[in-house]
Nanobody
Framework: QVQLVESGGGLVQAGGSLRLSCAASGSIFSINVMGWYRQAPGKQRELVAAITSGGSTNYADSVKGRFTISRDNAKNTVCLQMNSLKPEDTAVYYC???????????????WGQGTQVTVSS
């Protein structure tokens, strides 16, 4: 089995910063994409940022220029540096990994348990 464990959420004032981390462990052959999603109350889960094993990144328009995603392929970890936080960034943030457990199986998607980020005005 695979586990994704997130850390780093919390309460911060508007304009502040937080850093989220996620570590993937277990039976992992390779990880294609790692990313962060968020879900605010009453809203659908949305992509925040993603990064491929080659380092290509993709960001939601709402976080471009404020958030930076990074990855350590050797450690199977992904981080999200969040700067200039706004109250509308308040949500539960979920780590996601698209990975293979063996070289003979297709990629599967795995999720962390989520970490709360609250930005006060």
């Amino acid at each position: 089995q695979v586990q994704l464990v997130e850390s780093g959420g919390g309460l911060v004032q508007a304009g502040g910063s937080l850093r989220l981390s996620c570590a993937a462990s277990g039976s992992i052959f390779s990880i294609n994409v790692m990313g962060w999603y968020r879900q605010a109350p009453g809203k659908q889960r949305e992509l925040v940022a993603a990064i491929t094993s080659g380092g290509s990144t993709n960001y939601a328009d709402s976080v471009k220029g404020r958030f930076t995603i990074s990855r350590d392929n050797a450690k199977n970890t992904v981080c999200l540096q969040m700067n200039s936080l706004k109250p509308e960034d308040t949500a539960v943030y979920y780590c996601n990994a698209i990975l293979r457990v063996t070289p003979f199986k297709a990629d599967t998607s795995w999720w962390g348990q989520g970490t709360q980020v609250t930005v006060s005005s």
